[in-house]
């Protein structure tokens, strides 16, 4: 028996950072897809072949006494796989489950460029082994088995990234000490918006304790622009269901220099923004952890011209439809 099982990229639209802290953030599910296959083993081990991560064909096989074998080290392919072995660890134990798997993960986004591939990653490895095991989860559980797993893996991380590569859509999160808020964004009108990237130079997890030792040294200070930025998200959500493009856009903005604040941003990002914001983008900002990664920009009638001033700064642009289905099984054969 065969399953495949994808799940979306995300976008992060407003309040990164902030969002660890507890502040609502606003994110949606973009149509680049990352889809794990998996298959039965019988010897109880797990076996990962990643394909179109960072670079081709790594085959990693974990033992069942956990160790893990790299047949072939490209190195960045190993922060995806603690990724994938994490959310199989808390899958098994969360449903009694010691089947072996084989699992090959296949990506039509770069991995590591800020587009929640850790998150497609993990939720998509959830939901595989729970349907090839002949398990049935609900959202609820893949959302946070995927969560439990970035949090895992990275220390630190909100439920953002994992709830809209599980449910899709435009979604408003908010952390809270039980069970996230999670709640569908309705758009008063299109969002139509380019992404840009550059390679990345630090992770998720680095730039999140890089934000965490900000805040011990000026803590007065940070809080209030995580505050800021928490109140932006609130104004920016009103003015999205209310299709405020303008309002939206001078958020994205404002959103962007209180993130550059954080220390988050390079020249490389800043660079993408303002090029986009000089070929008529109506807002954008820096899109996800940073240090490289993506920005988004928000470019009504200019999505062409945005897209090229964005490959003019060196970057990589994306124009990509928003709000697509979340985790999903594409294929099961008997
Ligand atoms: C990373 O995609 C977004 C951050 O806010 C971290 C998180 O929410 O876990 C930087």
Redo the contacts with the bound molecule.
Sequence with gaps: MKVVVSAPG?V?FF??????YGTG?IAASIDKRLYVTAKLRTNGEVKIAAYDLSTHGVIVTLKPNGEIVVGTDYGKVIPAIAYVRKAIELTREYLGERAGVELEIKSDMPVGA?L?T??AVSVATVFAYATITGHELEKREIAKLGHRT?LTV?G??????TAVATYGGLLYIKPTSSSPIIEPVKKGAELPTVIGYVKRVAT?KE??AW?RKLRDRYTKLVDQIIWAIGELVERARVAIEKGELRTVGELMNINHGLLEALG?SDKRLNDMVYAARMAGAIGAKLS???GGGCMLALAPNRLKEVATAIAIANGTPIITELGVEGVRVEKVEK
């Design positions: 995300v992060k309040g990164e950072h902030a969002v660890v953030a800020g929640g850790s998150a970035e990275q630190a991380a909100s439920p953002m990234d998720t730039l999140v934000v988050v996800g952890a940073g």
